[in-house]
Structure formats: structure tokens, C-alpha cells
């Protein structure tokens, strides 16, 4: 279900530096925001079974991806929180990496109708993702991410948003795809439906034939032929995740559960990263382009637990 036969390829060298730098500004201004916002929400949780805790904090390092020999090839940052009080695990991470594609990269794109990856491996790609496992396990995981990928001979947005609930709560999902909707409307009545059912399709976890989560959007490939439309759109996402999840986290975050509802949450987070390993496109990208493990390994829980 790619965009990619579709890409709109005149100009494609157009101001394409000042592009990629708006694009990686735009990414680190966004995970800024989220990180202000969760530990906000760290803050204000003071009477449940981990108040007793110091509200957890972001730490921040760099992450750095070698290139042939000892050429720079980008890197990024990591801000993660550990064992807070509401976030057992969160992460935000953005990147910038840029060098040669591998020629299994340059097979996994060309297969996606990407054109001329074969013939000219070169890259640039930044963005930002974000992996949320909850202390709680009454709260909804969350994963979002969005990204902008350019070649010589093409460019392309990608991301989306999906919401992870130990045990789904209708009224939850409704309010989760209601920030969607929103923002994907302002751009494209086609835009919610096409990326929801998308979503559907991609969050599968294939070999149980089971659904990581109750979904949100996903898309890839995304080139109108308009940069800064496709740009916009894609910033829009970002935002919908601050309207979408962490109104969640405080409407739940104080409810209380039992023991049998935390072996669930870590059955599910087993789930979770076994979709992760074996399917997601990013850690796949992350794994055959040399960027550090840690990072790309980010999204993993801190615990889980399998049948």
C-alpha cells in the first residue's frame, strides 16, 4: 500500500539543504515539546503508588552513526525516562543520518517502487521517534513517529501514530482517533481512512494474526509532488500525538489495578516487541544502516513477559 509509484520526482534537488535543515529542526522542536509535556504530567501525579518517587526526568545523549572508515554519517540524540513516576520507560528520539544505502536498504525500497535507489544508493533521513510503556497498566502504550527521507532521485514523508492499551477501552480509542481525524482532515478528507486502514494493515503482528494495538494511522511513501504541503502534513502529525495520548495518561493514570492487570501489560509488552524485532520498518532500517543499537533498540520495554 505505497505511495511510492506515485512520486511526483521534478525538482527534486530544489532547495533540497535548506529542506533537510527545516526538517531536522522541526523534529528536535517537537520532541522538546513532548519531553516538556510528559514530564509535566510526571509532576502533577502525587497520590497513586509511586508518589513516593521523584518525577522522572529526561536524560539526554548523543547517538552517533559511523559511516565508511571513519567518515560522519549523522547521528542523533536519545532522551529517555526511566523508572518515573507515571512513564516506566519512555523515549523520545531524533536523528539526522545521512551516507550510502546497503544494498539490502536499497532492495527493501526499490521493492517499495522507491525510483533510482538501486542506481545511486545515496541518502538523507531525520526524524523523530517516540516509544511510551506506563507504569500503570489502566494507561495506553503509545509509539509515534515521523520522518523525512530524501535520495537523489526522490523524497518522501512517513509516520504515523498507534495507541497500545492493555486492555481496550472504546471510548479511549474514539478520543485517540479523534485527534487524527482532526489534523489528517485539515489536509485531505482521503487522508484518515487511506493511513487508519493502513495502520490496520501494518500493525499486525502476523504470526499470531493478532493486532498490536487498536491502531491510529500510518503512512510512508508520502509525496504529493508539494514539499511544503507534504511537510505540513506531516508537522500536524506530531502535533496530533500531544492531543491524542497525553490527555489518556492523566484521565487513567490514577485508577487502580491489580497484579493480574500488570501480567497482562507484560504479556502485551511481549507482543509489542516481538512485532518490533520482526516486522517494524524503522528498526529493520535502523539495524541495515549501522545507527546505534541502543537507539534504534529504544522502543523494547523494560519488562515483558511471554506464555
Not at 27 to 52: H, N, Q, V, W
Not at 126 to 153: C, D, E, Q, Y
Not at 216 to 232: S, V
Amino acid at each position: 500500500m505505497s505511495a511510492a509509484a506515485a512520486m511526483d520526482v521534478t525538482g527534486v534537488l530544489d532547495n533540497a539543504e535548506a529542506r533537510q535543515a527545516r526538517a531536522s529542526a522541526w523534529f528536535k522542536e517537537l520532541r522538546d515539546a513532548i519531553c516538556t509535556r510528559m514530564e509535566g504530567i510526571e509532576d502533577a501525579y502525587s497520590s497513586g503508588p509511586f508518589s513516593d518517587l521523584p518525577a522522572g526526568r529526561f536524560e539526554r545523549s548523543e547517538t552517533h552513526r559511523a559511516g565508511e572508515g571513519d567518515e560522519d554519517a549523522g547521528g542523533g540524540e536519545m532522551a529517555v525516562m526511566r523508572d518515573g513516576r507515571v512513564f516506566e520507560k519512555v523515549g523520545v528520539n531524533i536523528s539526522t543520518v545521512f551516507g550510502s544505502l546497503a544494498p539490502r536498504a536499497q532492495q527493501m525500497m526499490a521493492s517499495r517502487g522507491i525510483p533510482g535507489v538501486e542506481a545511486d544508493p545515496r541518502f538523507w533521513a531525520a526524524g523523530i521517534s517516540l516509544v511510551a510503556h506506563m507504569r500503570s497498566p489502566k494507561v495506553p502504550a503509545v509509539h509515534m513517529n515521523t520522518r523525512m527521507f530524501w535520495t537523489p532521485n526522490a523524497w518522501w514523508f512517513g509516520g504515523g501514530g498507534d495507541l497500545n492499551p492493555m486492555v481496550p477501552v472504546e471510548e479511549d480509542t474514539a478520543f485517540f482517533h479523534a485527534a487524527y481525524k482532526t489534523e489528517c482532515d485539515k489536509h485531505n478528507l482521503d487522508y484518515y481512512p487511506r493511513y487508519k486502514a493502513w495502520a490496520d494493515e501494518y500493525f499486525m503482528i502476523k504470526h499470531r494474526n493478532f493486532a498490536r494495538g487498536v491502531g491510529g494511522i500510518f503512512y510512508d511513501d508520502h509525496n504529493t509532488g508539494d514539499w511544503e504541503a507534504d511537510f505540513a502534513f506531516t508537522q500536524d502529525v506530531g502535533r496530533s500525538f500531544l492531543a491524542a495520548h497525553p490527555p489518556l495518561v492523566e484521565k487513567r493514570m490514577n485508577e487502580p489495578w491489580t497484579d493480574e492487570d500488570r501480567a497482562h501489560q507484560l504479556k502485551r509488552r511481549g507482543y509489542y516487541a516481538e512485532f518490533n524485532l520482526c516486522y517494524d520498518r524503522g528498526t529493520k532500517f535502523g539495524l541495515e544502516t549501522g545507527h546505534n543499537i541502543e537507539a534504534v533498540l529504544m522502543s523494547m520495554p523494560p519488562l515483558a513477559a511471554w506464555p
